[in-house]
């Protein structure tokens, strides 16, 4: 099953699920404390709901961005 693989290849393999495994853990908390702290905001001043929700998603993309960043740092790391 495993005939092919080296010990490079195996070091690349664990490298690149590093990567990506703790590269989208970050963004994933902090997209969920963006959103709770969004939530709060809004159930305690309704009327901001369009400026919450403006800066929620511009702090979204944000961090999404860092996750791009470890997904292709871990492409990088497996294929070169």
Partial sequence: ??????????VRY???????????LGPGLGLGMAVRGAMEALG?????????????IIGAALA????IYAFVIA????FV
């Fill in 44 to 56: 305690r001043n309704p009327e901001a709901a369009g400026d919450i929700r403006t800066t929620m």
């Fill in 64 to 67: 999404e961005a860092v996750a």
């Fill in 75 to 78: 492409i990088i790391i497996l």
């Fill in 1 to 10: 099953m495993f005939d092919g693989i080296t010990e490079v290849d195996g």
């Fill in 14 to 24: 664990i490298g690149a699920a590093l990567a990506i495994g703790l590269g989208a």
